[in-house]
């Protein structure tokens, strides 16, 4: 064996070591680098949904202490909902707070949640998707490539235009109201005369101001959040529909982690959840009279019996397409609450 194989195979040892070090170093520095969450929604960073996202936020990092950070992406600059969901199958969007009015097209069983007058208060809405059927409803996410984390919140719905005063479903005849891409919503204002136009909802505002439609049914908190009074005159407080909300996680994340990893997420949900709530109360009792203040003028009498009896259609809609049973289940279990 020559002087010079030595000297070449020593230095060639050496090297190997060496890169092997720096490969062994730059794994353990990315085991211990924190992964970065990208959660999305659709409102403004002073939103109930905003509040979530911080609980949220809290409550990841201090789980995981300091594994997973969270970056919030507010106001749509993720996409709209319908969008933000799409996100999270392929895995650009790691988790979504979001409105249950695009969640049919990919969950068709939630549809029962956006039945108009299902609930008749916030206790009961509560409770119900607290219950077994709520779990049953957020495990049935994971047979379309989704993560069902928590039910969150907006509230219950109401109708704002530029028009003029409803008080009757006849005084919705001919309104162009913004309603969500949700069929059964669609349908229930179509029987009260109106001319449902589905949109996303980072392109409503513009759309309010323009003109190109004259009125929207969201929550107060929602109403409240996006500043509405500068483009809505009339707030009738119809409580047509109770809006849950639902934390969605991405599979493409979270199928890869580990049974505790998943439980601070699942954890982190339920923070976010409760936080939200009580900011959906919060604004429920303050957001009228603000609104007020800044101009629109409040229905609060109105005979919510015609407007039940409008919507009634919208039912039969639902029960031909998708059976009976889910909603006899909601109406049970709303009943022992």
């Avoid at 916030?122 to 409770?127: F, L, T």
Wanted: hydrophobic share 40%; aromatic share 8%.
């Amino acid at each position: 064996m020559t002087k010079q194989y030595v000297t070449t195979t020593l230095k060639r040892h050496v090297l190997v070591a060496a890169i092997s070090g720096v490969a062994t170093a730059g794994m353990a520095l990315q085991a211990h680098a924190a992964t970065e969450v990208n959660l999305g929604h659709t409102l403004s960073s002073t939103s109930h949904y905003s509040v979530g996202a911080d609980a949220f936020k809290e409550a990841l990092e201090r789980l995981s202490d300091g594994e997973f950070t969270v970056t919030e992406h507010t106001s749509g600059s993720l996409g709209g909902e319908r969008e933000m969901i799409e996100g999270l199958q392929i895995g650009t969007v790691d988790v979504v707070i979001t409105s249950t009015g695009p969640l049919g097209n990919f969950v068709p069983e939630s549809y029962v949640l956006d039945l108009p007058f299902l609930f008749e208060n916030y206790d009961q809405a509560r409770c119900v998707l607290d219950s077994e059927l709520g779990d049953e409803l957020l495990e049935k996410m994971g047979e379309h490539d989704l993560v069902g984390l928590a039910w969150s919140e907006n509230g219950f719905r109401h109708l704002t235009n530029s028009q003029r005063e409803i008080a009757t479903p006849a005084d919705a005849e001919g309104l162009r109201v913004r309603t969500m891409e949700n069929a059964v919503h669609q349908e229930a204002f179509r029987q009260m005369g109106a001319r449902p136009t589905p949109m996303a909802f980072p392109e409503l505002f513009t759309a309010l101001q323009q003109g190109t439609v004259d009125g929207q049914e969201n929550p107060i908190t929602v109403i409240v959040a996006t500043n509405f009074w500068e483009v809505q005159d009339y707030l009738s407080l119809t409580g047509h529909v109770y809006s849950p909300a639902i934390v969605l996680g991405s599979p493409i994340l979270l199928d890869g982690l580990s049974d505790e990893e998943r439980g601070w997420f699942i954890e982190a949900a339920a923070a976010s959840a409760q936080a939200t709530r009580e900011e959906v109360s919060r604004l429920e009792r303050e957001g009228v009279a603000l609104l007020e203040e800044n101009g629109m003028t409040v229905k609060t009498d109105i005979d919510i019996g015609p407007f039940q009896e409008a919507v009634q259609p919208a039912y039969e809609i639902f029960t031909s397409e998708y059976g009976t049973e889910m909603l006899e289940r909601v109406q049970e279990t709303a009943s022992g609450c």
